[in-house]
């Protein structure tokens, strides 16, 4: 390995790692949710359910292809199971209409939470368990002992028929046989 590649390499690797512990967000979103819709058409979350969908976290641009733009999403499962929450989150990168997905840029991300729900909207209080290929925040404390730093999350929804919107993103009722990862950390975290 040359150099120059070890060089693009160490470069690309570090702009990942920034970009995946940054708190960015995009301003535009893409699905409609200016258009009222009556109580009756507003989804039922009583039920315990899996939602699918992405969370946006930022645009990268490939050093070595100028042209080449991709935008870094989470793919989401969230749980509704009674009254509690769980969020289970993969990376994938668009460019155009190619969609990859990674081993490990960005990190995998596991959050278990309560949820708020009400006749219009829905707020998902979440906190993370753990997770994979990510940095970890920490506190050097007066002592130099070095803390974690627990990470929380909240999402704000708005019911629709088809499911609800985040942040612009539709995440819709999806059937699946599996248990999230969230729902049994014990088994995963190390």
Do not use: W
């Amino acid at each position: 390995m040359t150099i120059s590649k070890i060089i693009l390499t160490a470069f690309l690797l570090t702009v990942l790692f920034y970009c995946s512990c940054s708190s960015q967000r995009e301003e535009s979103n893409v699905a409609d949710s200016s258009q009222p819709i009556s109580t009756a058409e507003y989804l039922d979350t009583s039920a315990n359910e899996v939602y699918v969908g992405v969370e946006y976290k930022h645009t990268i641009t490939d050093p070595s292809h100028p042209r080449k733009v991709f935008k870094l999403f989470y793919l989401s499962y969230l749980k509704i199971k009674d009254d509690s929450v769980f969020l289970d989150q993969s990376p994938i990168f668009v460019h155009k209409k190619d969609t990859t997905y990674s081993a490990s840029t960005g990190g995998f991300f596991y959050y278990n939470g309560t949820m708020i729900n009400t006749d219009k909207t829905i707020l998902f209080n979440l906190k993370e368990l753990f997770c994979d290929y990510c940095a970890r925040p920490i506190e050097i404390e007066p002592d130099g002992s070095k803390q974690p730093i627990q990470r929380y999350k909240q999402l704000k929804g708005l019911k629709t028929k088809d499911g609800f919107l985040i942040n612009g993103y539709l995440f819709k009722k999806v059937v699946i046989n599996e248990e999230l990862i969230s729902e049994f950390p014990e088994h995963f975290m190390k």
